[in-house]
């Protein structure tokens, strides 16, 4: 069975990027709004962190509810892990999720500084220094025949596009501008040369794009 890189509920502004500038701890997201850029999810049924009954049904609520998937593992970039730059001052930065992480698999985290794999829950962080096909190589053996996820940000996401290993590709397009910061893209049809392309607007107001190898 094919093991696909996917990148789901991948969400960028209608300028075309993931996240603004200026990242820090108290912002995840730099100067993007993450109420603004992730609403769709939120609102839903499904969305994981809902705390009171309810929520919306539909589209974004598949997509949400599909988020886990038949995934074994999941690749991001430094950034998506915590707002520090440069070696580690220390390890105990564990990441923006806290004792449960959200992702339940290995993790596979791209970083120029290595360091100790550690696990909280049922997730495993790795840190690997490598090329994406060489991660990727990685990640699929950890994700025993499942899928792997490609979790971000906009930049690792543009490094596996660029080396050819992107199999499907979900990204939802909110309708706010940032202006500046990591860009997924100028536009979502400049990927289809690569990719077939379908458009799927929601009544929420995001529209979804759903890239899936030619």
Do not use: C
Not at 40 to 58: I, Q
Not at 200 to 205: A, I, Q, R
Request: proline residues 7%.
């Amino acid at each position: 069975m094919t093991q696909l890189l996917k990148v789901q509920n991948f969400t960028v502004s209608s300028d075309g990027f993931g996240a603004g500038e200026n990242q820090s701890f108290e912002r995840p997201f730099g100067d993007a709004d993450p109420g603004a850029m992730m609403f769709w999810a939120g609102a839903t049924a499904s969305w994981p962190n809902r705390t009171d009954p309810g929520g919306s049904r539909g589209l974004d609520d598949y997509f949400t509810r599909d988020f886990a998937h038949n995934i074994g593992a999941e690749i991001m970039g430094r950034n998506k892990f915590g707002p520090q730059r440069g070696p580690w001052r220390d390890h105990e930065w564990q990441g923006w999720w806290g004792d449960e992480p959200p992702f339940h698999t290995p993790v596979f985290v791209m970083t120029h500084h290595v360091r100790p794999s550690f696990a909280l829950s049922d997730t495993t962080f790795h840190f690997v220094d490598d090329e994406p096909a060489a991660v990727l190589e990685k990640a699929r053996e950890a994700a025993q025949g499942r899928d792997v996820r490609l979790g971000g940000g906009a930049t690792t996401i543009r490094q596996f596009l660029d080396a050819g290993l992107v199999d499907t590709l979900h990204v939802a397009v909110a309708q706010v501008q940032i202006g500046a910061g990591t860009r997924l893209w100028s536009s979502p049809d400049e990927l289809d040369d690569r990719f077939h392309h379908d458009i799927v607007p929601s009544p929420s107001g995001v529209t979804h794009h759903l890239f899936w190898r030619r």
